[in-house]
């Protein structure tokens, strides 16, 4: 499937907002709220760099040597300051 300029797939639109709802509230205001929270993630970050940065967080969750690899080195570092810092813009806008 081809993308346009930095479009997100629907599946990781949908990854996205059915974990932040699971974490928010099964709710039509946390729906709202939480397809904001992608949209302006989404303009933010280009979904290559998104992707880099939510695989680095994923294997991070691994305990010991393993996971520091993916938490402690630069470049996993910048990705998921990155992602950081456009969830944090995204809950200023949407929460």
């Known amino acids: 499937m081809a993308l346009a300029n930095?479009?997100?797939p629907t599946v990781?639109?949908?990854?996205?907002?059915?974990g932040c709802m699971?974490?928010?509230g099964?709710?039509?205001?946390?729906l709202q709220s939480c397809s904001?929270?992608?949209d302006v993630i989404a303009?933010?970050?280009p979904y290559a760099r998104y992707e880099t940065a939510e695989t680095f967080v994923s294997l991070g969750l691994?305990?010991?040597?393993?996971?520091a690899l993916f938490r402690q080195g630069a470049v996993a570092k910048t990705a998921i300051s990155e992602l950081r810092?456009?969830?944090?813009?995204?809950?200023?806008?949407c929460f």
């Not at 691994?62 to 996971?67: L, N």
């Not at 810092?85 to 806008?93: L, S, T």
Request: net charge negative; hydrophobic share 35%; proline share 0%.
């Open 22 to 24: 699971k974490a928010n």
């Open 43 to 45: 303009s933010i970050v």
């Open 85 to 93: 810092r456009a969830q944090a813009e995204a809950d200023v806008r």
């Open 6 to 8: 930095d479009d997100y």
């Open 36 to 38: 904001c929270s992608i």
């Open 62 to 67: 691994q305990t010991g040597e393993r996971g």
């Open 26 to 30: 099964e709710t039509r205001a946390a």
């Open 12 to 18: 990781a639109i949908f990854d996205y907002v059915h």
